[in-house]
Nanobody, 114 residues
């Protein structure tokens, strides 16, 4: 059984930083893309950033230059370094892994507020 274990969310002031982690555990093979999505109250889930097995990255325009996605293939873990956080970044952040199937994490709350 595959599980995605997320960590790193929390409350931060505007301009602050947080780092999210997501580890894929269980019988998962040949992970292709890994990524992060987010969903704010009353809004649809949206892509934040993705990274392929080869290291190619893609970012939403709203986070370019502030967020950095990375991965450690040895431990099937994806990270999201979030800097210069803004109140509009407040959302539940979900980890996504594409392998033989598509998997989602349970979500971690990120709140940016003074």
């Amino acid at each position: 059984q595959v599980q995605l274990v997320e960590s790193g969310g929390g409350l931060v002031q505007p301009g602050g930083s947080l780092r999210l982690s997501c580890a894929a555990t269980g019988s998962i093979f040949s992970i292709n893309a890994m990524g992060w999505y987010r969903q704010a109250p009353g809004k649809q889930r949206e892509l934040v950033a993705t990274i392929t097995s080869g290291g190619s990255t893609n970012y939403a325009d709203s986070v370019k230059g502030r967020f950095t996605i990375s991965r450690d293939n040895a431990v099937n873990t994806v990270y999201l370094q979030m800097n210069s956080l803004k109140p509009e970044d407040t959302a539940i952040y979900y980890c996504n892994v594409v392998a033989n199937w598509q998997y989602w994490g349970q979500g971690t709350q990120v709140t940016v507020s003074s």
